[in-house]
Structures are given as structure tokens and as C-alpha cells.
């Protein structure tokens, strides 16, 4: 989904929207994620739910005894942990110790009635990390999670061994809510004027749509799931600027590397360059040829390799 250049639009839209439209309620948010559906999901070897303060977590994992330094996989905004699914399984095949999940809200991890705010995921994260006892990693984050691992850090940057940003939103200037209130009428309207189209837009991603049919259609399993378009609007309202914890990272020793695709057109590097030039001097900034929001998808064979030169260097 276009983050900022089709994300934005939508919110700057459904808040004046005030007409009703014929209701397709039916066809989206009928499943409820509640105790049966957790107890009863066919789950593969490698995945597991974990039972966290805000709600049940969807992860996966593979290769814990593995003496690498685990490496955490964070998605973005509304696409789930299977967006990560070919960098995990590189990873897994190499034997390194690789965590993704569902962050709340979102895939087959539990949709709270709270606020979506960026340090929910991180302490879900944070929190998930301490079950497992893992006590550093090297965080991935993507588009909006980004946001998540610069949160994250914020609060335990001591669990923080490398902040790889692939495609992040969190350098972005962002006009923040005040109102962050989710009512039933702008979730009404939301799914009415959005949902029919939410999948295809999907698309926009990448630089060559066409290498990449029935990417839409994985898509549409996430729109049967109550709470998804709440969970969607509530993120994007509790969004602020990050320039105070970036400037934090900056001061600190931590490895910082951001990679980016060299024709994305979601999260546009140049209408923002000279701000986290001005914020985060010290990282070391990379882009990858022939991709766009998702280079690790479209150039997986000079993704991979950036990244394991990032993460053994």
C-alpha cells in the first residue's frame, strides 16, 4: 500500500466523510480473533502463539540453538509477518537465528480494543523477546516498522545490536492528531470506501507489479479479521514525529544502516533526504537497484547479500 502518498490521502479523506453508503459488511471483519480461534489455528512447526500483556502474538522462529545473534524481522504498516517470508527463509537456510511476527492488529496476532501507538508494538516486541529470552538482537524494520524498532530503542536500546531500516516511514515529517479517538462511524466508513480496492493498491509497491501476481489476493485473507480497519486508523492517528529519538541514536553507539529501494514511490527518499541527513549523519545508507517499496521482494539476490554483509561485518 502507498504509505504516504495514498495512506495519507485516505485518512485526509474519510475524516469529512459523513454520507452512509449500501453496506458489504458481510464479506469483511466476520471472523473474530478470540480465545477459539487461537486455540484452534493449524499451526506449522515453525510458528507459535504467545500470550503477551496486550494480547496473543503470532510468531515464528527458527534455529534458536544457533550461535548467531538473533535477528528480528519487523513489518510495516498494515501487510503482516508473510511480507517478510523469503528473507526469513534465506536466513533460516543459512542457520541464523531469525524471529518475524505479527505485530497487534495485524495477520493472526490479536486485534485489542486500544490505542495502536508506536509503543504497543515495541513492548510487544520487547516483551516477546524477554519470553524467549533473547537479550540482544539485530532488528529489521520495515516501512512503518521502523517506526517500531526507533521505539523500541528508545525504550531498551541495551537489547539493540545493529537498526537495519529497510524502506522506513519513520524519518518522514508527520502532522500529528490530536484527536486519537477511533469511532465506530469512521470504522464504517473506512471499510466501506477502502476496503474494495485496500488489496489492489497493494500493488504499488513494487516497481514491476507484473513479476508479482496474486500479491492482492494474499492480501484479502486479512480483511475477514474484525478490528483490522480500527487497528489500521488508530496507527496512523497515533503517529508523531521521531526527530528527539533519532537524534538519541545519533548520539549513541549504535549501528545504524538504512536501505532503500531506488524506485520507491510510497516512501520517497528524496522529499525527505536532507532531514535525515540532518538527524542520523552517521549511518551508513544503501539502495537497491530495480525495486521499489520492497527491494528485499523485487532484488532479493542484492538485498540478501547487503544484509548479510551488514549483519556478519
Not at 28 to 49: A, G, P, T, V
Not at 109 to 126: C, K, M, R
Not at 154 to 159: F, G, P
Request: glycine share 4%.
Amino acid at each position: 500500500m502507498k504509505y504516504f502518498k495514498s495512506i495519507s490521502l485516505i485518512f485526509a479523506i474519510y475524516g469529512y466523510l459523513t454520507f452512509s453508503c449500501s453496506s458489504d459488511d458481510n464479506k469483511y471483519e466476520y471472523i473474530q480473533k478470540n480465545q477459539s480461534f487461537f486455540e484452534n489455528f493449524d499451526l506449522d512447526s515453525n510458528s507459535n502463539f504467545i500470550k503477551l500483556s496486550s494480547g496473543y502474538t503470532y510468531y515464528k522462529s527458527v534455529n534458536k540453538n544457533s550461535n548467531t545473534t538473533p535477528i528480528v524481522l519487523i513489518h510495516g504498516f498494515s501487510v503482516p509477518s508473510y511480507i517478510w517470508d523469503n528473507t526469513f527463509n534465506m536466513f533460516s537456510e543459512k542457520g541464523y537465528y531469525v524471529i518475524s511476527l505479527d505485530l497487534y492488529g495485524r495477520g493472526f496476532s490479536e486485534n485489542p480494543v486500544v490505542d495502536y501507538t508506536d509503543e504497543l508494538f515495541a513492548n510487544q516486541v520487547l516483551e516477546l523477546l524477554k519470553k524467549l529470552q533473547i537479550e540482544s538482537a539485530v532488528f529489521v524494520g520495515l516501512s512503518n516498522g521502523g517506526r517500531v524498532i526507533s521505539k523500541l530503542t528508545d525504550i531498551n536500546s541495551s537489547i539493540v545490536e545493529k537498526l537495519i531500516y529497510v524502506a522506513s516511514s519513520s524519518f518522514i515529517f508527520v502532522d500529528e492528531i490530536e484527536d486519537k479517538s477511533v469511532s465506530n462511524k469512521e470504522i464504517k466508513n473506512f471499510i466501506q470506501e477502502f476496503y474494495s480496492t485496500i488489496s489492489i493498491s497493494q500493488m504499488n509497491d513494487f516497481k514491476y507489479p507484473e513479476n508479482h501476481f496474486g500479491w492482492d489476493k494474499k492480501y484479502d485473507e486479512l480483511l475477514k479479521y474484525k478490528g483490522f480497519a480500527r487497528a489500521l486508523i488508530s496507527t496512523r492517528k497515533n503517529h508523531f514525529n521521531m526527530d528527539k529519538i533519532h537524534t538519541k541514536i545519533q548520539n549513541s553507539n549504535l549501528p545504524v544502516f538504512t536501505i532503500w529501494g531506488e524506485s520507491d514511490e510510497v516512501i520517497v527518499y528524496k522529499d525527505f533526504s536532507s532531514r535525515i541527513d540532518s538527524i542520523l549523519p552517521r549511518r551508513k545508507q544503501f539502495f537497491i537497484s530495480e525495486s521499489g517499496h520492497l527491494p528485499h521482494m523485487e532484488n532479493p539476490y542484492e538485498f540478501n547479500k547487503l544484509i548479510l554483509e551488514i549483519i556478519n561485518n
